[in-house]
C-alpha cells in the first residue's frame, strides 16, 4: 500500500483538479457501467447477450446506459446484417483501458464484500427505531 505521503499527493491532486475529474467520474462511476464494460470487455455482445449477464438490469438502463457509453467513446455499436436486423456492442480502446482498475475495484470488492456486510448490520442493529 502506498504510503501517507503518496496518498496525501493523489488526494490533494484529486481536489486539485476536481472540476476536471468529477464529470469523468460521473461518466463511469454510476449502477451500470463498471458491468457493462466487464462484460464487454473479452468479446463484442449482442444486446440481450448482455441483458442475461446482468441480473437485475432492465431493458431502458441497459439501452439508456449503452447509449451513455457510445456517446462517450467507450464502446461502439454496430449493426449487424441479420434477419431480423442485430445491433452488437464492443468496447473501444478508450474503454478497455479502463479493465485494470475495474478488475482491481471487482477484486476488492469481492474481499471486502462480507466486511461492508458486517460493518451494516453492525451499524444497523445500533440504531435505535422510532
Known amino acids: 500500500m502506498a504510503d501517507d505521503t503518496d496518498l496525501e499527493a493523489a488526494s490533494e491532486c484529486a481536489l486539485a483538479n476536481m472540476a476536471r475529474v ?7 462511476a454510476d449502477k451500470w457501467t463498471i ?9 463484442p455482445a449482442r444486446f440481450n447477450a448482455i441483458k442475461r449477464r446482468l441480473d437485475g438490469i432492465t431493458h431502458k438502463a441497459l439501452a439508456d446506459t449503452l447509449k451513455r457509453l457510445e456517446r462517450n467513446g467507450l464502446v461502439t455499436r454496430t449493426v449487424l ?3 431480423p436486423i442485430g445491433v452488437e456492442y ?3 480502446p ?7 482498475p475495474f478488475e482491481a475495484l471487482c ?3 469481492l474481499e471486502h464484500g462480507a466486511a461492508i ?3 451494516n448490520r453492525e451499524h444497523d442493529g445500533g440504531q435505535t427505531k422510532p
Do not use: E, N, Y
Open 35 to 43: 458491468l457493462i464494460l466487464t462484460v464487454l470487455c473479452p468479446r
Open 117 to 119: 456486510d458486517a460493518a
Open 94 to 100: 478508450l474503454g478497455h483501458s479502463l479493465r485494470q
Open 107 to 109: 477484486a476488492w470488492a
Open 22 to 28: 468529477r464529470p469523468v467520474l460521473d461518466k463511469i
Open 81 to 83: 446484417p441479420t434477419a
Open 90 to 92: 464492443a468496447i473501444t
